[in-house]
Antibody
Framework: QLQLQESGPGLVKPSETLSLTCSVS??????????WGWVRQPPGEGLEWIGS???????YYNPSLKSRVSMSVDTSKNQISLKLRSVTAADTSVYYC??????????????WGQGTLVTVSS | SSELTQDPAVSVALGQTVRITCQGD??????ASWYQQKPGRAPVLVVY???NRPSGIPDRFSGSTSGNTASLTITGTQAEDEADYYC???????????FGGGTKLTVL
């Protein structure tokens, strides 16, 4: 059964870099044909797609975050990582990772990790 | 860039049918996927594509698209269906994905 688990600091200072890792079990990132995505959700608000990455390193990002985001894959650890630079309080959110499937004219995110709350505060 | 618009809140009587809609220009080129989210929990995929359900999702959940509007229909709504529902699709002019603002479903 495929499972994803986010991990990383729960508190980040303003202007610093948020770094999170998503550990994947039950499937190998490097042999799958899926993308792996990050989605965030500010407290009490809706979902926002951050970006998606293929095991080869091919990425695409939300244009509104593109200048501050980078994602990477570590196939030896079966993990994907997210970095968000120059954070502000507006980046306070629950961050989720999810497998991102795409097919003819449709894409979907499933399953999802449980999410991890990151608070930006001094 | 495009966006997806959902009604903020919808209510339905127990056992009745409810339709949750998602409107956006990109939906004329790409199908939507739909997610159910209960308080404090991660989203769960309930419908994707033309009308596909992951295993374990009850068949009372169904999806459809007409023009620039995608719909999630719940037939015979149960109390446990009370949740927030989000649509998701790809922007037709760019290589990125987007979510609707979400619809809070209340079961009366």
């Amino acid at each position: 059964q495929l499972q994803l688990q986010e991990s990383g600091p729960g508190l980040v200072k303003p202007s610093e870099t948020l770094s999170l890792t998503c550990s994947v079990s039950g499937d190998s990132i490097s042999t799958s044909t899926y993308y792996w995505g990050w989605v965030r959700q500010p407290p009490g608000e809706g979902l926002e797609w951050i970006g998606s990455i293929f095991y080869s390193g091919n990425t695409y990002y939300n244009p509104s975050l593109k200048s501050r985001v980078s994602m990477s894959v570590d196939t030896s650890k079966n993990q994907i990582s997210l970095k968000l630079r120059s954070v502000t309080a507006a980046d306070t959110s629950v961050y989720y990772c999810a497998r991102h499937s795409t097919s003819n004219r449709v894409g979907w995110f499933a399953p999802w990790g449980q999410g991890t709350l990151v608070t930006v505060s001094s | 860039s495009s966006e997806l618009t959902q009604d903020p809140a919808v209510s339905v009587a127990l056992g009745q049918t409810v339709r949750i809609t998602c409107q956006g220009d990109s939906l004329t080129n790409y199908h939507a996927s739909w997610y159910q989210q209960k308080p404090g929990r991660a989203p769960v995929l309930v419908v994707y594509g033309q009308d596909n359900r992951p295993s374990g999702i009850p068949d009372r959940f169904s999806g459809s698209t007409s023009g620039n509007t995608a719909s999630l229909t719940i037939t015979g709504t149960q109390a446990e269906d009370e949740a927030d529902y989000y649509c998701n699709s790809r922007d037709s002019s760019d290589d990125h994905w987007m979510f609707g603002g979400g619809t809070k479903l209340t079961v009366l």
